[in-house]
């Protein structure tokens, strides 16, 4: 089992900047391509950015390129999204999640999944 727990969420303006965290416990994530979804108030979860088992490819979502930054730390069992010139449309709850060895951008593929951690952008 691995439990993921988020944080780093919080209100900020738009065009700020937020850190997102992801830290694992239970069992070591070099094993898990890691991601980060987000799911904004009345639509359905989505995906926002992956990164492979050593960092060396990561994955976005259109909208989100170019602004935004998946990074991990395997030794220190972490994952993070970097959020740059955040946008009123970045509000969301954003979840990481894991899944064994392979990329993938569908929800039901993911083994495990964070609580989620609450983004707000104010115009």
């Known amino acids: 089992q691995v439990q993921l727990v988020e944080s780093g969420g919080g209100l900020v303006q738009a065009g700020g900047s937020l850190r997102l965290s992801c830290a694992a416990s239970g069992r070591t994530i070099v094993s898990y391509a890691m991601h980060w979804f987000r799911q904004a108030p009345g639509k359905e979860r989505e995906f926002v950015a992956a990164i492979n088992l050593s960092g060396g490819s990561t994955y976005y979502v259109d909208s989100v390129k170019g602004r935004f930054t998946i990074s991990r730390d395997n030794a220190k069992n972490t994952v993070f999204l970097q959020m740059n010139s955040l946008k009123p449309e970045d509000t969301a709850v954003y979840y990481c999640?894991?899944?064994?060895?392979?990329?993938?951008?569908?929800?039901?593929?993911?083994?495990?999944w964070g609580k989620g951690t609450l983004v707000t952008v104010s115009s």
């Open positions: 999640a894991a899944n064994k060895l392979v990329v993938v951008t569908n929800l039901s593929d993911m083994d495990y």
